[in-house]
């Protein structure tokens, strides 16, 4: 906790109209998780005294989302003030220690904890409402921070309502406050919506705090730092700008990335320093891979941990479940979904490996399929240390293959393989002189008569 303490309040009521989608604006993910949760990571840095989630009706989905964080129902979405007086039951109930109330948005994935602090600390200062700002490249249509030649905020104005010289003005309200946490309800209730939209906003915090004598602020962060999400053109640039961002830091991390503009991550992707990542590779959810590994062109992983000095690729598939061993080999077209590969075993090509485990150096041949499930269950194949499956090979699970065993190609095994054992179980074959030459006559005849005819 800072030494000021602060409530969170997070508006995440939006329907996102303009994403033309069913799911809640808030929920649509950037790097694999919700903006939502984005944004909550950010403020737990402040180790706030309480965080509410204001969520519009039937959104059971964002309050799963957020759970164990309270969440709050504005019901008639009366705009943002009205959105903060949703939340004031569960603030009064679990906020009687903050000083600041903080006011954020679901969609606004990059803001960051730093900034958040800033205004903290303007607000420790002496502030009433601190507003958070920033320089425009195209100031169009957002409203203008007003400040004196002291840097004091002296208004908001909405752009429609701005003289030419207002609009001049390039810095601009993102709609973040922290406010006097003691003084906050009383300034909700003197909100009134004599607007066109009829709807209650919290930019009349600052005219309100300014009559009662309240100094107010701003703080500038990065335009970039507070995108806001509307449309699925903007999460696609959500989406663009994270990944640059994580590139960067991944490359200064001391990860090799032979493409960067190729390589896509998760919000939790784990990369030691040395690990070389080659074109085209879509890190999903859920993966750690360690130093030394080499992760080839084309490869999807999610779910999935990579030890030290495995090579993962080209075109492969890591699911979840899935852990590859030190110093194995996942190679070309292979598929591993919750399978553990042991150190230096491999599977270079053309197979499906799941719900199995697979020894130290096991070798697993080039078409070889686990068959896991039956229909109703699935069950677990296990190859141990050692052992040698031939190409083209169907392990029907639950089966075993022992130490040491080797299954020649072209097997179907639905027993166990004792260690050290050899097991064949295909068909025998037959050889018939001179049969493939009278078929080709044969065939040629009827070819040459159907011409003929």
């Not at 679990?94 to 958040?116: C, K, M, W």
């Not at 598929?335 to 270079?348: C, F, I, P, Q, R």
Request: with cysteine.
């Amino acid at each position: 906790m800072t030494d000021h303490p602060c409530a969170i309040v997070i508006l995440a009521a939006g329907l996102g109209t303009r994403m033309k989608s069913a799911m809640p604006k808030a929920m649509h993910r950037v790097g694999g998780l919700a903006m939502v949760s984005h944004v909550l990571n950010t403020v737990r840095a402040l180790e706030p005294v309480a965080t509410v989630v204001v969520v519009g009706p039937d959104m059971p989905d964002l309050q799963e989302e957020v759970a164990p964080v309270g969440t709050a129902e504005q019901t008639d979405r009366l705009g943002t003030a009205d959105a903060v007086k949703a939340a004031r039951p569960l603030l009064a109930e679990q906020a009687a220690a903050a000083e600041s109330v903080l006011i954020v948005y679901g969609d606004s994935p990059f803001l960051s904890t730093a900034t958040l602090k800033k205004m903290v600390e303007a607000r420790r200062d002496g502030a009433g409402v601190v507003v958070l700002g920033f320089e425009a490249d195209d100031p169009t249509n957002y409203g203008r921070l007003i400040v004196d030649q002291a840097g004091a905020l002296q208004a908001i104005v909405e752009h429609r309502d701005a003289t030419e010289e207002q609009r001049a003005i390039t810095f601009c309200n993102s709609g973040v406050m922290a406010v006097d946490a003691t003084a906050l309800s009383g300034w909700l209730d003197r909100v009134d919506n004599n607007n066109a939209k009829g709807e209650y906003y919290l930019t009349d915090l600052v005219a309100i705090a300014r009559e009662d004598g309240r100094a107010c602020a701003a703080i500038v962060a990065p335009e970039a730092e507070l995108f806001g999400v509307d449309s699925k053109a903007d999460l696609a640039a959500a989406e663009r700008q994270y990944q640059e961002m994580r590139r960067a830091e991944t490359l200064d991390a001391g990860v090799t990335l032979l493409d960067p503009d190729t390589v896509w991550f998760s919000h939790d992707t784990v990369l030691a320093p040395g690990v070389e990542i080659g074109r085209n590779v879509v890190f999903g959810p859920g993966v750690t891979v360690e130093a030394g590994t080499e992760i080839r062109d084309f490869c999807h992983l999610e779910g999935a941990i990579v030890r030290g000095g495995a090579q993962i690729g080209p075109f492969a598939r890591l699911r979840p479940g899935t852990e590859v061993g030190a110093g194995a080999r996942v190679g070309n077209f292979v598929e591993v979904k919750n399978a553990v590969l042991g150190d230096g075993a491999k599977a270079n090509h053309l197979s499906y490996i799941g719900d199995a485990s697979i020894g130290t150096k096991a070798n697993i041949g080039a078409g070889t399929i686990t068959c896991n499930y039956d229909g109703y269950l699935k069950s677990r194949t296990t190859v141990g240390e050692g052992a040698f499956i031939g190409s083209n090979t169907a392990l029907v699970a639950p089966v075993t293959v022992g130490e040491g065993a080797i299954v020649g190609a072209g097997s179907t095994v639905t027993q166990d393989v004792d260690p050290d054992a050899m097991a064949v179980a295909r068909g025998s074959q037959v050889s018939r002189e001179g049969a493939a030459k009278r078929f080709r006559d044969s065939r040629q005849a009827t070819k040459a008569q159907q011409k003929k005819s």
